[in-house]
């Protein structure tokens, strides 16, 4: 007996959903050859009764067999999409985490959701409850295709199809009052329905489908028609609380499109429910604070900024999240007091080793810091520690080196700046905003360091023609060994019986084990390892830490005097070009430079008088840096009171 009853009230259940059955809709479909004598599951739909069982089976089958993985393979299609994704957490970031480009390439899985709906549909008779969420599913892979004009009329046919009727079946006009009897104005679906229906179906789409049209116009910028829309269901009584975190998505949506941060901020932290998981509240938790920032909220952004670093999953938002809300903390006292609070908090959280995968995220947030107070000085520092910290050539890396190039260039520092301009990789599409001024500088530097470095580089051999004998002979001779050094090499032999190193040697060798002292391991003995340390710089200089360098040396050393013509080796018939070798130093060879004939001297200053020309021109053309350039100009005349250039020099500078 107590079997029955359960049946009973389970198929009372399915019969209040046969109330529901999709009627009203006409199709004409043509069917293909090998379905021409066969009678398809939407052809039985005038030609079957609507039992109960038929009702279960019909349900049952299209939920789960078709709606039910079409939806999860259109689900996986945004997670992949949204996998693709990469944030730039130091910009605005876009209202969603994927693009419809990205999700268009997934184009095998989204032409299967398509298949499967088509397939619920000419399969499965037509007044199960499913009819309408199948061609939701089919206009949400259109719209992710990035097929919008088909997106809108499947959304638009849901919209039309299953629109509210009267008791004959027949549609009520959209917008009208009669299905309420009074004089509201509505055109949403009422979704006061029994308790079984809520149960074993998804809610009507028709709802929904009014949200993705908005969508679909802001989409195709449309923003007029998605605004109106959305004026309409917030004052449409039958619109369901369930959508209303979507409404305020779109609203939110629609604010961040015309650029009203702030409305965009407050209607995003209501559709916060929207979202699926903890990672996208913290994604949307930043945004909101980043909205907020932009309109001068420095307490709501701070606030919104720390509610993402607890919620996120993702440590990079984190920080980000946490340093910009130390920023936030402007506080009432004087500027520099509280960006030197923000600075002495980033300095703490840069000690702290969970911290330490984002140090160049740290320090260039500190620097621009520093660039607020107008302290260029530290600015640069953090910025070089950025670098340091930023693992090779990297976002942050090429932002900062273009922060320093700036610095420069402001500081009129142009050999540092072409060398800054040099390091940023300029196919990274982090600094696409600033690629044109990049190449126009470096263009602009190109031409203008090159004249500074000749100056320099004659006037310094001028000063040093200038010493006397003994004076250049020492100076020579104290560069050639800080060289040396810097390059890893053994000094010179300049000392009887050093062995060539540089140093003094004795013919007993020292026992590295006797340390001299009892009791005590040699390792831990301090006096032994720095006598090892420094025998062993004396002997073999800065050595680099590869492998192999010793065997490296000698090879270099063998083939020290190969000439460029002859630095080949031959390989039967074929001649295999070698690498070609640095000369070896020596004080004669730098002295060869130096202009020390009347000849050499002419010519040095003739290259100086060329280049001083050049570079004021340059500067005033390219920079353009007039002051500087009439600096180069000046110079010339005062240095070269009887230049070629005197005349043209004049009449530049005027102009």
């Not at 009074?182 to 679906?189: E, K, L, Q, R, V």
């Not at 969508?215 to 269901?233: P, S, W």
């Not at 090779?392 to 260039?409: E, P, Q, V």
């Not at 800065?542 to 083939?559: F, H, T, Y």
Request: hydrophobic share 35%.
């Amino acid at each position: 007996m107590k079997r029955i009853v359960t049946s009973v009230i389970f198929l009372s259940f399915f019969t209040c959903l046969t109330s529901s059955g999709q009627v009203g809709v006409d199709y004409d479909l043509k069917k293909p050859d090998k379905y021409e004598n066969r009678s398809l599951g939407y052809e039985k739909t005038t030609e079957t009764k609507w039992t109960v069982p038929r009702a279960f089976i019909q349900n049952t089958i299209t939920h789960y067999n078709f709606f039910f993985n079409a939806n999860n393979k259109l689900n996986d299609v945004l997670v992949r999409a949204k996998a693709q994704f990469r944030e730039d957490y130091t910009q605005l970031l876009p209202f969603y985490n994927y693009t419809l480009e990205t999700t268009s390439k997934d184009k095998r899985n989204l032409d299967s959701v398509i298949d499967k709906v088509n397939s619920a549909i000419l399969l499965r008779d037509m007044r199960n409850s499913w009819a309408d969420n199948m061609y939701m599913l089919m206009g949400r892979a259109y719209f992710y295709k990035n097929n919008l004009d088909s997106a809108h009329i499947l959304f638009q046919f849901v919209n039309y199809a299953f629109a509210p009727r009267d008791p004959d079946g027949y549609p009520l006009p959209i917008g009208s009052n009669q299905e309420t009897g009074g004089n509201a104005f509505t055109i949403s679906t009422n979704e006061k329905e029994n308790i079984a229906k809520k149960i074993f179906s998804e809610p009507p789409s028709r709802n929904e489908s009014l949200i993705w049209l908005i969508r679909t116009y802001f989409q195709q910028d449309k923003l007029t028609k998605g605004a109106v829309l959305i004026e309409v269901l917030k004052h449409d009584p039958n619109f369901p609380a369930r959508l209303q975190p979507s409404l305020h998505e779109m609203q939110a949506l629609w604010f961040y499109k015309i650029k009203q941060y702030d409305s965009a901020a407050f209607y995003l932290s209501r559709a916060l429910d929207n979202t699926i998981d903890e990672g996208e509240k913290g994604r949307w938790e930043y945004l909101i604070a980043q909205l907020y920032e932009r309109t001068g909220h420095s307490a709501e952004s701070k606030s919104w900024y720390e509610k993402s670093a607890t919620y996120t999953i993702d440590p990079a938002l984190e920080v980000y999240a946490r340093l910009n809300a130390i920023r936030q903390n402007k506080g009432l006292g004087a500027k520099g007091d509280y960006i030197q609070k923000n600075l002495n908090a980033l300095k703490r959280m840069a000690h702290k080793e969970i911290y330490e995968p984002y140090l160049d995220v740290i320090y260039y947030v500190a620097a621009e810091m520093e660039l607020e107070r107008n302290n260029k000085a530290e600015a640069r520092s953090y910025f070089k520690k950025c670098i340091e910290h930023a693992n090779g050539i990297g976002y942050n890396r090429d932002r900062a080196f273009l922060k320093l190039g700036w610095i420069f260039m402001d500081d009129k520092m142009y050999p540092q700046a072409k060398y800054a301009y040099d390091s940023v990789n300029v196919n990274n599409p982090a600094i696409s905003d600033s690629l044109k001024v990049l190449l126009d500088r470096k263009q602009a530097l190109s031409h203008i360091v090159p004249q500074i470095l000749i100056i320099e580089r004659q006037d310094s051999l001028q000063r040093i023609a200038g010493m006397t004998a003994s004076e250049r002979d020492s100076y020579i001779k104290k560069m050639l060994r800080a060289f040396r050094k810097q390059q890893g090499l053994a000094e010179e032999d300049n000392n009887g019986g050093s062995g060539g190193y540089g140093f003094k040697t004795n013919n007993t060798g020292a026992d590295m084990f006797n340390s001299g002292s009892t009791g005590e391991w040699y390792f831990y003995n301090q006096g032994v390892k720095a006598k090892g340390y420094n025998d062993f710089k004396s002997k073999w200089g800065n050595r680099p830490n590869v492998d192999n360098w010793e065997a490296q040396s000698l090879i270099n050393k063998q083939i020290t005097g190969l000439t460029p013509a002859s630095n080949l080796r031959l390989n039967g018939a074929e001649t295999t070009p070698v690498a070609p070798v640095a000369p070896v130093l020596t004080a004669e060879a730098l002295l060869e430079a130096v202009p020390l004939t009347p000849e050499k001297m002419q010519k040095s200053r003739d290259s100086i008088e060329n280049a001083l020309f050049i570079l004021g021109k340059s500067l005033q053309d390219y920079i353009p840096d007039y002051h500087s350039a009439l600096k180069a100009y000046d110079s010339l005349e005062t240095r070269f009171p009887e230049t070629r250039y005197y005349q043209e020099a004049l009449l530049t500078a005027v102009r």
